[in-house]
């Protein structure tokens, strides 16, 4: 509990949430609540276009938000897991492209500067202060949902291993300066570090539903070196990953914009058989009080997955397999209702339901997909090996 005073000068209680952002890192959420009017403005211009959110990219690492979750010992801001969830949705919720990059980014960063060795762990934490990119690639176009478990395989070479292969759905790769991959190194799953090179080129395949100013493309790597020294540590328990953590966000993000959405659409769209808004209808009432509570019962369970995780619990990554299949399901489910509030009009590419409704599929489609998290829940539920 802590004290607050009130207008009166009588001083009461009131609780504290234990699951939501520390009191000290309520300036992250207001920078990313400043910053979302002007992300929100360009979302469907950018989206129109398969565009990179360059500029809004720009201004979150010009807030000094782009470094908050790297750790202080390495001169971040040492942001929660508490707080980098809510900032994630707040960044979603007004463009879904600019949340997706910035969670690929930092997570790969995190992950660097985590599981490296103490000079190279130096190095990239120095190279993200410095501006530079990162960018996630690890899902091959054969192993699909299993990208912890490569199935290309690194060939030995002086000085360490060389890969030739392919990585899809690297987001933000054609503006990163380095690269987490992954390959097998003597049948093992391993790690690295590597610099985006010239031997690391995007195929501009991208054409998608949704998400589209991710621009999410196939890297070819033809011959690119996997550094013995950039090799990262196996991951042990208590070690938590920033974009399995984060991934539920994304999704509520998107959930919080249709809603949005929604809403403002049953609030002003007049019915002219009952002569009020869409809003004093039974039907659409009932609906959007499912939605909400649907919300919210998604983002208590993915506050929960983030208090878990600052605890170093081994439970917190199982517990985001949760957090994520609800919310992957919760976005889609929100976002289908706003199709059917906005009928017609919603139908038109004027229209933002549309694009949140095309957004909001593509969270179950990411690592670990809906199916996946399904068949690991259920087995684990019922003592399935």
């Not at 790297?70 to 919720?93: C, D, Q």
């Not at 070479?157 to 987490?180: Q, Y």
């Not at 938590?240 to 991934?247: A, K, S, V, W, Y």
Request: hydrophobic share 45%.
């Amino acid at each position: 509990m802590t004290a607050i005073e009130t207008d009166t000068g009588a001083t009461t209680a009131t609780a504290v949430d234990p699951y939501g952002p520390p009191a000290d890192e309520m300036k992250w959420l207001d920078i990313a609540r400043e910053l979302a009017p002007s992300f929100a403005a360009t979302a469907a211009e950018l989206d129109e276009r398969a565009e990179l959110p360059l500029d809004n990219l720009r201004a979150i690492q010009e807030s000094g938000l782009d470094t908050a979750p790297l750790g202080k010992e390495f001169g971040g801001g040492g942001m929660s897991y508490r707080t980098f969830g809510p900032v994630l949705a707040e960044i979603t919720k007004a463009c879904p492209a600019t949340g997706c990059i910035w969670l690929m980014h930092a997570g790969a960063a995190t992950t660097l500067t985590s599981l490296s060795p103490q000079p190279v762990a130096e190095f990239y934490a120095n190279e993200w202060l410095g501006g530079k990119r990162f960018a996630n690639a690890l899902s091959e176009p054969t192993s699909g949902n299993l990208f912890l478990v490569p199935l290309q395989s690194a060939e030995p070479t002086d000085g360490g291993w060389v890969l030739d292969g392919a990585k899809r759905f690297v987001s933000g790769c054609e503006i990163a300066d380095h690269l987490l991959v992954n390959a097998l190194v003597d049948g093992a799953p391993s790690f690295f570090g590597t610099e985006a090179d010239e031997t690391v080129t995007p195929i501009p395949i991208w054409d998608t539903m949704g998400m589209r100013a991710t621009r999410s493309q196939l890297l070819s790597f033809e011959g690119s070196l996997l550094r013995t020294e950039r090799r990262c540590r196996a991951p042990e328990p208590g070690d938590q990953n920033l974009i399995g953590l984060g991934l539920p966000w994304l999704s509520l993000g998107i959930a919080r914009a249709a809603y949005d959405a929604l809403v403002s659409h049953a609030q002003q769209r007049v019915i002219p058989s009952i002569d009020a808004p869409l809003s004093h209808m039974q039907w659409v009432q009932f609906d959007v009080a499912e939605a909400a509570v649907s919300i919210r019962s998604a983002e208590g369970l993915a506050a929960r997955t983030m208090w878990l995780a600052d605890q170093r619990s081994p439970e917190a990554m199982s517990a985001a397999i949760d957090a994520k299949l609800l919310a992957n399901q919760v976005a889609k489910s929100v976002a289908e209702l706003g199709v059917r509030i906005g009928g017609a009009s919603g139908y038109l590419r004027t229209s933002s339901i549309q694009r949140h409704f095309r957004d909001a599929q593509a969270g179950g489609l990411m690592a670990y997909s809906v199916e996946l998290c399904r068949d690991w829940i259920g087995k684990s539920e019922l003592g399935v090996e």
